[in-house]
């Protein structure tokens, strides 16, 4: 049996949402698994480029951890019904840029569960499936929207399930995506966090996102603009993003900017607008990072409104 199962990338925090706030982006990991016949096979995990074929894999440009994760995923599925998984053949076919904010690690981790899930026999529910996923990544802010899709505000209680809702997004609220040609590891990016952080920064947040919300409920763009900024983990990352500081400053007074913010953990970046003037929004991100001799890909985008969806399940085996 082989299931496959397409996964979107997904943009975490969206400014004040820090760990609790994502979207999904149409842009897609696909991650097969096949139960192998020749017993003691064991595990064996491939990456290959989206369009490419078997022999050019990308190994050599995964880290070790997007593997081991996408296992991890699969090994806690069989272990929450007291089986161990063996010989399993697991590709990932891979269109999402990997260390860059895009959810990577989240679809392998999705694609892999939902995939086993499959080849079990569905004994996980979403519920279900949220919280492995959650468990393994983290953070639900990009498990949730792979799996769900769409813009979703995400919570892991404390008994470790997921509580997620998801928000309607203005359709004349425009998505661009700028992704740099550098890397950084969300652990990286992360361990520059502080522990604690001021009360002050704390509230920031939290009026912050009340104004996400009733902003993009009544598609209002002045409140969107005060809301779309972050005191929890922006600051601290901006010295690993080189780019950052000054690209956001350069778009602060562009007219239909409505926000710019860091995409998950970094370097990626998300840029929210309104109206005309995508070219000029682009080529000023491209110009800024040039000085830096930052090479990009900057593109356009929507909310991919479907989650992880299997593609194929052939149990001709
Ligand atoms: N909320 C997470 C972070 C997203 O900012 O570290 C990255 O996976």
Redesign the pocket.
Known sequence: MKVSVKVPATS??LGPG??CM?LAIPLYNTVTIEETVLPGTGIEINVLAADSSENELLMEHIPMDENSIVYKAVELLYNSIGQTPSELKITIQSEIPIAR?L?S??SVIVGGLIAANELLGRPADETALLSIATEV???P??VTPAIVGGLVITSQEDDGSIVYRKLDWPEEWHLTVCVPDYELA?DI??SV?PKEVPMIDAVFNAKRMGMFVHAVHTKDVELMKLALKDRL?QPYRTKLVPGLEKIIANLKHEENIIGTV?S??GPSILIVSSGNGLDKIKSIVRETWADLNVKAQIFDTVIEKQGATIISNDDSK
């Open positions: 975490a925090n820090f760990d994502g904010g959810g690690s989240a990544e983290g953070h802010d990009n969300t990016s992360r966090l983990h860091l998950g953990a």
